[in-house]
């Protein structure tokens, strides 16, 4: 069974943010990111992880996000941080907190649980059912095995996030960095990451939620990073990581659509319409045939360019 999304949000750029860091996090309100997630997992030593997550929900209430959506990665469901997370933060965050998202997912029961959580939560802090959303990570080779049925497991899952460091872990691959296509001693001759991509948007697309492209580890590397997210938004991706506010433009600029798409799309469906007037099913622009698939593809071009803001 799918389920479609309860909101469409805006996610060309998710920044992390390490939740023990205040001065980041304040950093982090005031950036061009889509979607800003405060950090209790990956960013925080063990014994800072209870104490991170007062700060998380100051930085959720106090300070001033914009139009930004406000998400907190919280540590995996078999860990014993996860359940106090979700309690301490959805319960003193309330209605300042956007999206949960859970790393480290193996499988439907893992969303269940979570879901569970807030569904409660949100009924006793008088919150909207399924107010708050929910990204899950694909980094683990059982996740990528049971993308489907984890991308079909809620209807308050809002994405899938490739976790590229944990996946290339988990399945035993050669590599430099995180995100990167550099495999040293061990060159692969392609993309490396094409089936893992490919795998998780197509899940996505048939359950109506949004595919997020992982992380770039080098931050030095501006170049390399755009390239990784130009493969990803070719394969559907509708946004990536930033593990640095240095990489929000590239990610921004990305996953719009240029202006040459945008006005060729408002060109083909202005030629659509026309040809229908006349009793056509197809027409002709710029000495292409233009069909219903063509209206297909250029209708998502003009929606995802008005919710950049770029088309009325």
């Known amino acids: ?82 359940f106090g997370d979700v309690i301490e933060v959805v319960g003193g965050a309330a209605g300042a907190l956007d999206v949960v998202i859970v790393p480290k997912v193996r499988g439907p029961r893992d969303v269940w649980f979570v879901d569970d959580l807030l569904t409660q939560l949100e009924a006793r802090l008088g919150l909207p059912h399924r107010g708050i959303g929910m990204e899950v990570l694909i980094e683990e080779v059982e996740a990528l095995a049971r993308v489907d049925e984890i991308a079909a497991a809620s209807p308050r899952l809002e994405a899938l996030i490739l976790g590229f460091g944990d996946l290339s872990a988990d399945q035993g691959m050669r590599g430099d960095h995180v995100g990167g296509a550099d495999q040293g001693a061990f060159p692969y001759p392609g993309d490396i990451w094409h089936y893992a991509r490919c795998r ?12 997020i492209d992982g992380p770039y580890a080098g931050i030095g590397d501006p170049e390399g990073y755009r390239a990784s997210a130009v ?21 921004n600029e990305v996953f719009a659509p240029t202006r040459v798409e945008l006005d ?35 209708e998502t071009v003009i929606e995802r360019a008005r919710r950049c803001g770029m088309h009325p």
């Open 231 to 251: 493969q990803a938004a070719a394969l559907g991706a509708v946004g990536k990581w930033c593990v640095h506010p240095g990489q929000l433009p590239i990610a």
């Open 1 to 82: 069974m799918t389920h479609p999304s309860p909101v469409r949000r805006l996610r060309r750029s998710e920044l992390a943010t390490p939740g023990s860091n205040e001065k980041m996090i304040a950093k982090a309100a005031e950036s061009t990111a889509d979607l800003v997630f405060l950090d209790l997992e990956d960013a925080v030593a063990p014994a800072e992880k209870d104490a991170a997550r007062g700060k998380v929900v100051r930085g959720l209430t106090e300070l001033d996000w914009g139009a930004k959506t406000r998400a907190c990665r919280i540590n995996p469901v078999q860990t014993p941080w996860c």
């Open 200 to 211: 998780m948007v197509v899940a996505a697309r048939t359950n109506g939620i949004d595919a």
């Open 264 to 298: 060729k799309a408002v060109a083909v469906m202005a030629a659509l319409r026309e040809a229908e007037e006349n009793g056509l099913g197809a027409a002709v622009h710029q000495g292409s045939l233009i069909d219903a698939a063509a209206r297909r593809i250029h």
